[in-house]
């Protein structure tokens, strides 16, 4: 067996004898990151042996945490798997997988039945209801043809941390690290396989103690969420780096899809607010998209109007700003009994309120912000990549649910659906193994403590402007192509930084940001024609004949369609 820590981290093989910092701590299962995919993952193979859940900051920074809007299933009985899953199918113009898509609807009665089990707690119904009626609230948001959204007021996704972190802090068999923050992955080669890299598991810096320690495992799972901090907008939370993204493209995994970044529409506009969502729900409730003239204007861009989907809204938005050249576009729930909002919106109406905006008398100024990867690491239906032993789920994953642009409120769903298939497997997989063994020790080599952090500071704002502006909601061939340009540069200089330097969490977060940028970049410029969430001006249609399957990239590799 050929252990490659180069290949798992890009790091060149210490000079021998040198001094290696950490011991390699080793558990059955390792997960990294803290929101729902890995929390439930976590739960669940906890039956089976002793669990490592790391996670770069405070655990409750993820961005499950953030979610507002909730989680989609079929819980009505006049509602129906088919019609969830022809929403999903539609809004994903073309590219969504449909046995997945029936794969994951289907669960979702269970999935709710599992986050009730872990205490999450769903609004009940606000008028009372016939003997059939289910014991929730349902709402609608933009692209469901059906009231399906279970949530907990307007912040669903705190419920549901809150309720798992309870239980992963109480379990004896989660081991729960905040503040670490995984490097890379370590991966083995079995010799004469090409292509049968396995998981080993981690190194992974503590950030109180700048020590590197090796975390191994037979089986890693991967939970890291998004990369909307690739973008200078953003409804995301700050730890949205691309981090698991980064890790498994140079681990050798396949991405896929990288170019669909959803743009969310109503991202609240105010110089003092940042990353704030208004949810899809308030649209879902009866608000209205207007100029700031008054004028309402969704009519012009799809007969379903506000509730289009997401894609569309998005850029209905940026088009009528660009028109009209005013900064934001105003959401009216005004129309709405002011008890109400207050009652199904009470997070949204005292932030507002805290930013002098009553939303119950006034519009909500808003624009579109960054605000999910619809690609991410390829993996299959127990949620294993193609590097043996590494699993993804959350929004690190591409499972083939969301296709060009995902229908809102689905990726709670897909979250747990895979956690939970990832956690069957894993555990039934746990026995036959073969364990990590003894993996090299991170060495820092030559590198000496960061000189000036100025410069991971103006590389990320860089990167994150000319993502905003070149590679958004609206594309074009000369767009990418700078966009490429600038961001080989950085490449080269971050890399300089990274072999230079110790390690920091700030460089890592860093040089995953820009490893994920170009994986967009180069993904959008492969794919010349416009579908779902990327829309380029020199190729404004639809071309099913040549990109009408996923685009997959592997590192060293250019992008390429997927054959089925
Ligand atoms: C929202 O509440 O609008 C976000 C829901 C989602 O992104 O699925």
Redesign the pocket.
């Known amino acids: 067996m050929d252990l490659s820590q180069e290949r798992a981290g890009d790091h060149p093989p210490p000079p021998d004898g040198r001094p290696t910092n950490g011991e390699a701590r080793s558990f059955d299962f390792l997960v990294i990151g803290s929101g729902l995919a890995g929390m439930h993952y976590a739960l669940r193979v906890a039956e089976a042996g002793e669990v490592a859940l790391i996670t770069k900051r405070r655990a409750t920074d993820s961005a499950t945490d953030w979610?507002?809007?909730g989680i989609a299933a079929v819980m009505d009985p006049r509602d129906s798997f088919d019609a969830h899953v022809q929403d999903t199918l539609n809004a994903g113009a073309g590219l969504c997988q449909e046995d997945t898509v029936r794969f994951v609807v289907e669960r979702g009665p269970d999935a709710i039945d599992a986050l009730r089990k872990h205490g999450v707690e769903f609004d009940p119904p606000r008028e009372p209801a016939g003997p059939d009626a289910p014991p929730f609230d349902l709402t609608r948001?933009g692209g469901h043809t059906a009231r399906r959204i279970l949530h907990r007021h307007d912040a669903t996704g705190r419920e549901i941390e809150r309720s798992l972190l309870a239980r992963v802090r109480a379990h004896p068999s989660i081991h729960l690290y905040e503040d670490h923050c995984a490097i890379d992955l370590i991966t083995a080669t079995k010799a004469g396989r090409t292509g049968s890299n396995r998981a080993l598991g981690a190194y992974v810096l503590d950030a109180a103690t700048g020590e590197v320690h090796a975390y191994t495992a037979p089986i890693t799972l991967l939970a890291t969420g998004g990369a909307g901090k690739v973008y200078l907008y953003t409804s995301n939370p700050d730890v949205a780096s691309g981090d698991g993204m980064a890790m498994a493209y140079r681990a050798g995994a396949t991405l896929a899809n990288m170019e669909f970044m959803q743009f969310?529409p109503t991202c609240l506009f105010h110089p003092q607010a940042k990353s704030f969502?208004i949810?899809?729900?308030v649209r879902g409730e009866g608000g209205i998209l207007r100029r700031r003239d008054g004028t309402a204007f969704m009519a012009d861009y799809h007969p379903m109007r506000d509730l289009a989907p997401r894609d569309i809204v998005a850029r209905a938005i940026d088009t009528e700003l660009k028109r009209t050249g005013d900064d934001y576009v105003a959401l009216d729930i005004t129309a709405k009994d002011p008890a109400f909002v207050r009652g199904r919106f009470p997070m949204i109406f005292e932030r507002c309120l805290r930013y002098g905006i009553d939303i119950t008398r006034e519009p909500i100024p808003v624009v579109p912000a960054a605000?999910?990867c619809c690609g991410g690491v390829r993996t299959d239906r127990h949620g294993e990549s193609d590097l043996t032993n590494l699993f993804a789920a959350g929004e690190v994953a591409s499972t083939g649910l969301h296709g060009a642009n995902r229908l809102?409120?689905?990726?709670l769903l897909e979250a747990l659906v895979y956690a939970e298939a990832a956690a069957r497997e894993s555990i039934a997989r746990r026995p036959s193994v073969e364990p990590p063994g003894d993996v090299p020790a991170w060495r820092h080599g030559e590198a000496t403590p960061i000189d000036e952090a100025v410069v991971i500071t103006q590389n990320w704002d860089e990167i994150r402007r000319f993502m905003w502006n070149y590679v958004g909601i609206v594309r074009s061939d000369r767009r990418l192509s700078r966009a490429q340009h600038r961001i080989e540069m950085l490449r080269e200089e971050i890399n300089e930084y990274y072999w230079d330097f110790r390690v920091t969490p700030e460089l890592i977060e860093l040089r995953n940001l820009a490893t994920v940028a170009e994986l967009v970049i180069r993904s959008a410029a492969f794919r010349k024609e416009s579908r779902g969430l990327h829309y380029n001006l020199d190729h404004p249609e639809r071309d099913d004949e040549a990109f009408g399957r996923d685009t997959l990239i592997q590192r060293g590799d250019t992008p390429w369609i997927s054959p089925s």
């Open positions: 979610a507002q809007g948001e969310h969502l949810t899809e729900a605000h999910y809102a409120s689905n990726s």
